[in-house]
């Protein structure tokens, strides 16, 4: 029976797959469940530095006298 979700084969040094065994068992859930969740959480620290970025870059450009009141937009 073919998996239903894509799959990824990763090979580990011995240190880093220790510590990931180590957290599985912590929090009680398979070496393959708290690898998704690890990808999961660096994703998602990775979108929060390119959203940072972008806003940083937008308010270097920010002009008050350029804004829109609220009227104007609604």
Same mark, same amino acid.
């Given at each position: ?18 510590n ?36 940083? +870059? ?8 350029? +804004? ?7």
């Amino acid at each position: 029976m073919p998996a239903k979700n894509p799959r990824i084969n990763v090979v580990l040094e011995k240190p880093l797959y220790n510590n990931v065994e180590r957290l599985a068992d912590r929090d009680g859930v398979s070496l393959s469940l708290k690898v998704r969740d690890l990808v999961k959480e660096a994703l998602e620290i990775e979108e929060d530095i390119a959203l940072a970025h972008l806003a940083e +870059t937008r308010e270097k450009s920010f002009h008050k006298k350029k +804004t829109l009141k609220h009227d104007e937009v609604w």
